[in-house]
Structure formats: C-alpha cells, structure tokens
C-alpha cells in the first residue's frame, strides 16, 4: 500500500468458466472500476474447480486507489447491479471480508450416463437448454454449464429462489433427459 494502491479480490458464489465469469463479471468490473476510481485496475482473475473440474466458485483481483469504504460500497452495489450471487465477498486490503450478493442459484445436474441409450439418442440436450432457457426467462436466467465425466450441470440464477425453482419443475420433472437429475441449491 505504500503507493497508495490496495489489493481487492472479489470471491464470486458463481460458477462460471473462465469465459462467462469474464463476460459477465471481471471484464464490466474493469471498466467500471478504472472510470469510478482513477488509477485503478483489474489484475486477474481465476475460477476455483473441484477436482473433477466442475467450477465452484471465482474471483476478480484489483488494484485500487481510493477511500476504503467508498470502494467497498460502490463495488458491492455495482456487482449486486451485475445480479452477484448470494454468498459473494470482497476483500479490502487486510480488512475483514464483506458478504454481498442478490440472486439465488440452482445447479441442475443431468445423469451423463447412466440413462438408456436410446434416452440420449433421440433427445437434444441443446433443444433441453433451449426449453430451459425459456421457462425461466421470467424468474431467472441460465448462466453456465458444465460437462463432466458422469453428468451434466446446468447453473440458473434469479431473484427468487422458489420461483426459478418453480418455474423449472414441471419440466424437469417429465423430460426423459432429466431421469435422475438433482436440482441443488448453490446461492
């Protein structure tokens, strides 16, 4: 700190690939922050897997110039802005974490290979999305996927949790690829 510059790092409770967390958080937070706070800058940012792969978790790293709490506020607001899961943090500095957050999350993991073949065969796992991506348009929104070695997650955010949750149950509850789906809360 002796430049007058603090190391924030943003802990986001999303789980996004490399690409989405850029799209969706690190690189409008880059922008942002260099306008609001004038000699600021986004460093890296990295996305925490389980040992399968799946992504847990990420994080934005900066460099800041400016007032300590009007940082933490105006990033907090900014990234709640973004629609931030609930369970996110940012680190000031050696200052203790602050939670922030707004939207709940749910991974739907999809049996990747225990179903008939024929299940796989004769249903489009992007028509599957597709009809996802719709139902919850109004609740919601699909943010990323991922494919692992023995099933597929599909991660949805919004603004209410039972209503996103709602909104997905009746077709989760009769499609042949979701056999054996899990919906599990995630923010």
Same mark, same amino acid.
């Given at each position: 700190?002796?430049?007058?510059?603090?190391?924030?790092? %943003?802990?986001?409770?999303?789980? /996004?690939?490399?690409?989405?967390? +850029?799209?969706?958080?690190?690189?409008? *937070?880059?922008? @942002?922050?260099?306008?609001?706070?004038? +000699?600021?800058?986004?460093? #890296?940012? #990295?996305? *925490?897997?389980?040992?399968? #792969?799946?992504?847990?978790?990420?994080?934005?790293?900066?460099?800041?110039?400016? !007032?300590?709490?009007?940082?933490?506020?105006?990033?907090?607001?900014?990234?709640?802005?973004?629609?931030?899961? $609930?369970?996110?943090? *940012?680190? /000031? +500095?050696?200052?203790?974490?602050?939670?922030? #957050?707004?939207?709940?999350?749910? +991974?739907? =993991? *999809?049996?990747?290979?225990?179903?008939?073949?024929? %299940?796989?065969?004769?249903?489009?796992?992007?028509?599957?999305?597709?009809? $996802?991506?719709?139902?919850?348009?109004? &609740?919601? %929104?699909?943010?990323?996927? @991922?494919?692992?070695?023995?099933?597929?997650?599909? =991660?949805? =955010?919004? !603004?209410?949790?039972?209503?996103?949750?709602?909104?997905?149950?009746?077709?989760?509850?009769? &499609?042949?690829?979701?056999?054996?789906?899990? $919906?599990?809360?995630?923010?």
């Amino acid at each position: 700190m002796t430049d007058g510059t603090t190391t924030l790092e %943003v802990r986001l409770n999303a789980r /996004l690939a490399s690409v989405q967390r +850029g799209d969706r958080y690190e690189d409008p *937070l880059a922008f @942002w922050i260099e306008t609001a706070f004038p +000699g600021s800058r986004v460093t #890296g940012g #990295g996305t *925490l897997r389980s040992p399968e #792969g799946e992504p847990l978790s990420c994080a934005v790293r900066a460099e800041v110039v400016g !007032d300590a709490d009007a940082i933490e506020d105006a990033v907090a607001e900014f990234l709640d802005g973004l629609g931030a899961p $609930l369970g996110s943090s *940012l680190v /000031l +500095g050696d200052r203790p974490a602050r939670s922030f #957050g707004v939207q709940s999350g749910f +991974g739907l =993991y *999809l049996d990747g290979t225990g179903l008939p073949q024929d %299940v796989y065969a004769e249903n489009d796992i992007n028509e599957f999305i597709d009809e $996802l991506h719709a139902r919850t348009s109004s &609740h919601g %929104v699909l943010q990323s996927f @991922w494919e692992g070695p023995t099933q597929t997650a599909l =991660y949805l =955010y919004g !603004d209410d949790a039972t209503a996103l949750a709602a909104s997905i149950a009746p077709f989760v509850d009769t &499609h042949p690829l979701a056999v054996n789906a899990r $919906l599990e809360r995630i923010a």
